[in-house]
Nanobody, 120 residues
Framework: QVQLVESGGGLVQAGGSLKLSCAAS????????MSWYRQAPGKQRELVAT???????DYEDSVKGRFTISRPNAGNTVYLQMNSLKPEDTAVYYC??????????????WGQGTQVTVSS
């Protein structure tokens, strides 16, 4: 059974930083893309950043230059370094991974989410 577990959320003042982690575990054969999404109250879930197994990254426009996604050695853990945080970054942050587990085809798995609150 595959699990994605996020950590690192919390309360921070505007201008501050947080680093989120997401660790995938279980009978994983291969992980392709890993991504971070966020969902603010009353809004749809939106893609924040994604990283491929070759290290290619992409970011939502509002976080470019402030957030950095990383995945050391193309492993099972993905990070999101968030700097210069703004109140509008407040949301529940979710990670996902497009992966193949033992006896399964490639599919998308989601973590349970971690709350990030930025105070003004």
């Amino acid at each position: 059974q595959v699990q994605l577990v996020e950590s690192g959320g919390g309360l921070v003042q505007a201008g501050g930083s947080l680093k989120l982690s997401c660790a995938a575990s279980g009978s994983i054969l291969k992980i392709n893309n890993m991504s971070w999404y966020r969902q603010a109250p009353g809004k749809q879930r939106e893609l924040v950043a994604t990283i491929t197994d070759t290290g290619t990254t992409d970011y939502e426009d509002s976080v470019k230059g402030r957030f950095t996604i990383s995945r050391p050695n193309a492993g099972n853990t993905v990070y999101l370094q968030m700097n210069s945080l703004k109140p509008e970054d407040t949301a529940v942050y979710y990670c996902n991974a497009f992966l193949r587990a033992y006896a399964e085809n490639f599919r998308l798995y989601w973590g349970q989410g971690t709350q990030v609150t930025v105070s003004s």
